[in-house]
């Protein structure tokens, strides 16, 4: 397959055209989004929803990101990511495999129909975890385009995917928010630096490689300036696949943590990297038939089991 979004290959970063809509669906008043939230998407390349779940149902996923991060001993290791430095948990990957209280949330139909839509397609996970950032420990998560990993490292061919961050404790201003440049999906940003074999090892816990350069991010900021969407538990936030994004450090005592899932289109699946020896295994990518999902509408369950 073509490459039309190299990066990784040059001496110097390039800001290369967007050749891939960002809103691929057509709007019409049966769709699960306003007319003014698809244009507001389109033109920011992300979207926050507020109180998508309420108190009642997003007590649930709390209740298991708490047991988990207290109790991760039933979980695959290898999904299990540490901070830099110390043992405090970071993330927990391919969690909706390893829940079924997860892989009812990603289901859900306030989200997955919501991708759906953006995506015209219909989808399936390509990536899902639960993301902890500790009071005093969560380190910060430097600036990146997911796109740009995903399409070097994994093999995703477009820009026909995007993610969803369910906030499942109070982000505040203070606490490492997530933080992006809006409009910045317009642009690819190429990086620098051949990706280094199982670079995923690393990555997870304080990215090298694919990551821009300086010059570049102080170029996207000016031009576009930077937004860190907070809200309570239960809140949504959407963002496109190559919007540039990143977050600070949590030095308050006040804990951070999201449930995040990316949905790619089935059209979209994954093909042999674009600039990588070999593909990042499945946990963080997911690979082979894709197995779409099926909207799942009403409240989240109380008995769901882990």
């Given amino acids: 397959m073509t490459n039309v979004y ?63 991060l207290s109790s991760p001993k039933g979980l695959n290791p290898e999904t299990i990511i540490t901070e830099p430095g110390s043992d ?25 129909g919501v991708a759906q839509f953006l995506l015209n397609d219909r989808v399936y996970i390509h990536q899902s975890r639960l993301n902890y950032k500790p009071g005093f420990e969560g380190k910060e998560f430097y600036w990146h385009s997911d796109f740009e990993t995903w399409h070097v490292e994994d093999g995703m061919p477009r820009m026909r995917a995007l993610s969803m961050s369910v ?9 490492g928010p997530l933080m992006l ?27 090298e490689y694919g990551v821009p350069d300086r010059h570049s991010l102080t170029e996207l900021a000016q031009r576009h300036g ?13 963002f496109d696949c190559n919007t ?21 289109a089935v059209s979209n699946r994954l093909q042999a990297p674009f600039g ?13 038939e894709p197995k779409p999902l099926e909207p799942r509408p009403g ?3 109380e008995d769901a089991l882990v």
Avoid at 230 to 237: S, W
């Fill in 88 to 112: 405090e948990i970071r993330s927990i990957f391919e969690i909706h495999a390893q829940s079924s209280v997860i892989e009812r949330l990603a289901a859900d139909a306030r989200l997955a």
């Fill in 244 to 264: 540039m994004h990143g977050s600070n450090g949590n030095i308050t005592p006040f804990p951070r943590a999201n449930a995040f899932f990316v949905y790619n």
């Fill in 226 to 238: 930077i937004v860190a969407p907070t809200g309570k538990p239960g809140t949504v936030v959407i």
């Fill in 6 to 68: 190299p990066s990784r290959l040059t001496s110097e970063a390039q800001m290369l055209p967007r050749l891939d809509p960002v809103v691929h669906g057509d709007w019409s008043e049966r769709s699960p989004l306003t007319r003014q939230q698809a244009e507001q998407f389109d033109r920011d390349g992300f979207l926050m929803l507020e109180d998508v779940f309420s108190p009642e149902e997003v007590a649930y996923p709390q209740k298991q990101a708490t047991a988990l």
């Fill in 167 to 175: 906030l499942l404790a109070e982000n505040t201003p203070d606490n």
């Fill in 181 to 207: 440049m809006p409009g910045s999906h317009r642009v690819f940003l190429t990086c620098i630096g051949k990706t280094p074999e199982d670079h995923y090892r690393t990555s997870l816990k304080k990215q």
């Fill in 299 to 301: 409240q989240l369950m």
């Fill in 276 to 288: 990588a020896e070999k593909p990042r295994l499945s946990f963080v990518a997911a690979r082979g």
